[in-house]
């Protein structure tokens, strides 16, 4: 008979949970605003087997909040209507769990905003998609995000072995090794692959562990490898404009179950950081990629970010506007504050000079006093952008 350890181990409070040291060490704000009570409503993201929604359990029993867990492809809004009526001269709120926050269309999603403005109930979300991408601004702005990450190989071993001697069940070192490693930091994976062992046989070896899962999860079979690590080699292989590198370690990330979408909004993000106006074209490219594979999915989708990891490693790079925003923040954030000058304010002010009437240009102060930011690298496309500025200018030669 199946135990499920998986949900037989699952850790019943604070100190009992395994991992994400960054989000709950001692003193840490997230664990803070749990133990004080003050935790408003948040979103935890990050891949699987990693902690979220036992941690939202956690918190309603610490807490003794009513607890509600519901999956955004089944979730009524009727139902959670019923539920913040029963509570709503109660002197404890309920805490409403979603699992798959990601998939919330946009009506539920504006549904739920006034019951979470009211805090008719403490909403906290699970998914495996950033919440950047998923949910609607006006959510994001009402919570608080907190990004899980896998597990590291410690963390697992401190499960396992916890499991293990609980349950008697036996492991040579290469079985534990493999369990460990090819998990992809996902707890359940490890527990749910150590019960379909144990059901096989009582001592665990790797063959048999093999039978039950030939290839790793998600990270390739190094422990080394999380995702991170895998999706910065590919990264840096393109800044360094070697495709060849760059298919390997995608290949290592399409093997190892990454999304698709993953992967091409990393490609988006490269597009902009590493290429920039070098070749503003790429932009498009690996946006219309990022569609594309969201739509088709595995194994096709591979066809499709293939194309555009060949476009992206082959494109010249400048990193200029990148640097330059960087720049910019940086000093904002460092005190230099400057007044809107006032032809510059709205609605227009008499001393605005329009530049269309001066053929398109036409000298005048944007800065109270001058700061600079952005240097061109010159390279690619960009050189055709300086040239194209300092003729609107009148400096071209």
């Known amino acids: ?21 960054h989000l709950l060490a001692p003193s840490s704000p997230l664990r803070r605003l749990i133990e004080e009570d003050a935790l408003q409503h948040s979103f935890f993201y990050g891949p699987p087997g990693v902690g979220k929604t036992t941690l939202a359990r956690i918190v309603a029993e610490r807490l003794d909040y009513p607890f509600y867990e519901f999956n955004a492809t089944t979730l009524k809004v009727d139902e959670l209507r019923s539920i913040f009526k029963k509570h709503a001269h109660a002197l404890r709120k309920p805490l409403v769990f979603i699992d798959e926050v990601h998939r919330l269309t946009r009506t539920q999603q504006e549904v739920l905003l006034p019951f979470m403005e009211r805090y008719d109930a403490l909403i906290i979300g699970a998914s495996t998609e950033n919440p950047y991408f998923s949910l609607t601004a006006a959510m994001r702005s009402r919570s608080l995000l907190f990004e899980f990450k896998p597990l590291r190989r410690e963390d697992l071993e401190k499960m396992l072995a916890r499991v293990t001697a609980k349950e008697g069940i036996e492991l040579d070192a290469e079985a534990r090794n493999y369990l460990l490693d090819s998990s992809g930091g996902d707890m359940r994976a490890m527990l749910n692959l150590l019960e379909a062992a144990a059901g096989v046989k009582r001592s665990i070896d790797l063959p048999t562990l093999r039978s039950l899962r030939p290839g790793a999860l998600h990270d390739g079979s190094n422990s080394a490898d999380t995702h991170y690590n895998l999706i910065s080699a590919m990264i840096k292989s393109m800044r360094g404009s ?5 298919f390997y370690w995608m290949a290592r990330l399409i093997v190892g179950g990454e999304p698709p979408e993953f992967i091409a909004r990393r490609m988006v993000i490269f597009a902009s950081e590493d290429i920039g106006n070098a070749n503003p074209n790429a932009l498009g490219v690996a946006v219309d990629t990022m569609n594309a594979v969201s739509r088709i999915g595995y194994p096709e989708a591979r066809i499709i970010l293939a194309q555009c990891l060949v476009y992206l490693a082959s494109s010249p790079k400048s990193n200029a506007a990148y640097v330059a925003v960087n720049k910019a923040v940086k000093a904002v954030e460092k005190g230099v504050i400057q007044p809107v000058p006032k032809h510059l304010r709205s609605p227009d002010h008499p001393g605005y000079l329009y530049p269309h009437d001066f053929g398109g240009w036409v000298e005048q102060a944007y800065l109270e006093k001058p700061l600079h930011f952005y240097d061109s690298k010159g390279v690619g496309y ?4 300086d040239e194209w500025i300092k003729k609107i200018k009148g400096k071209e030669h």
């Open 1 to 21: 008979m199946r135990k499920n350890l998986a949900l037989l181990y699952r850790p019943r409070t604070l100190g009992d949970f395994i991992g994400q040291a």
């Open 242 to 246: 070697d495709i060849d590198a760059a």
């Open 382 to 385: 960009e050189k055709r952008l």
